[in-house]
């Protein structure tokens, strides 16, 4: 498995064993705060799931909930207009034809939210976890199909990814179709908006951050890489290009998943799953309790 430096130089050779954890570019002390910006998105929530996720998380301001008329308030939908009641979100209940004329996503389930954008964090940020951990970012390189990002978003924090990177231009960020498919992770996962991804993977590499790129032509599998336990962000490109030719230079270890079937190669979203799980597999969990 290659393994590069910031540079593009050999640093250790091809072996797939650990290396030397490089020393993080400043203290955690010296993190920016989070910026507003427009480019992120965010502000619409579409899908019972997803708004009440956003209820429940509390990060953010919602502006107004909007319901369907003509449902019965059960399950995640009742929960819904509970926590709009307690947290005194406007409710609106609007004529079926009227909502659907609202919708922008295919299965909005009855239920939107629009709340405030999205905050963005600096990528020096996700480096340093406010709770301490080694971070474990999820890179998306040139992924433009909203679903595919949304469901990424929903595995990385599921495996305990603690923060993601998009690229500004050329890839798709937080429409409502990407927060419907997130199901609520968009909440609880920081994110970072960059001008260039392979600009950030050199970023990442002076902040001590090993990247790992997933790429079909790769010589050694996701299984035998050697710097899952340490600071870590897996890049993930789209699915027909795959990653960009910049991106796949700046990664330290490149890496690809075996495919025993006839087709060439996985949905993003998929990819991204297996990667972020065998990350997982090698760290401790993040969390102590529950299911």
């Known amino acids: 498995m290659s393994a590069r430096g910031p540079r593009g130089g050999n640093r250790r050779g091809r072996g797939a064993g650990k290396g030397h954890r490089r020393v993080p570019g400043g203290p955690p002390g010296d993190r920016p705060g989070r910026r507003q910006r427009a480019g992120l998105g965010g502000d619409r929530v579409e899908g019972r799931q997803a708004v009440r996720e956003l209820l429940l998380a509390g990060t953010r301001p919602v502006r107004e909930v909007v319901i369907a008329a003509g449902q019965n308030q ?135 951050v090993w990247t790992v790129g997933l790429d079909v032509a790769a010589p050694a599998t996701v299984y035998e890489m050697g710097v899952a336990a340490e600071a870590v962000a897996l890049v993930v490109g789209s699915e027909g290009r795959g990653l960009s030719r910049l991106s796949r230079q700046r990664c330290d270890v490149v890496a690809a998943i075996p495919l025993s079937g006839r087709l060439s190669s996985l949905n993003a979203a998929a990819a991204v799953a297996v990667g972020c799980f065998e990350i997982a597999r090698h760290r401790p969990p993040a969390r102590s309790e529950g299911p």
């Open 74 to 208: 059960t399950g995640a939908l009742a929960q819904v207009a509970e926590l709009a009641a307690e947290l005194r979100v406007p409710v609106k209940e609007v004529a079926r034809s009227k909502f659907e004329s609202m919708a922008v996503t295919e299965a909005p389930q009855g239920v939107i939210a629009r709340a405030a954008p999205l905050a963005e964090h600096d990528l020096e940020e996700l480096a340093h976890p406010a709770d301490g951990r080694p971070p474990f970012l999820l890179v998306l390189d040139g992924v433009t199909d909203p679903g595919n990002v949304g469901a990424a978003l929903r595995t990385a924090e599921c495996a305990g990814v603690t923060g993601a990177v998009l690229g500004r231009h050329r890839s798709a960020h937080i429409t409502p179709a990407a927060a419907k498919a997130a199901a609520g992770a968009i909440e609880h996962l920081p994110m970072a908006v960059v001008p260039g991804v392979p600009g950030a993977l050199a970023r990442l590499a002076g902040l001590g």
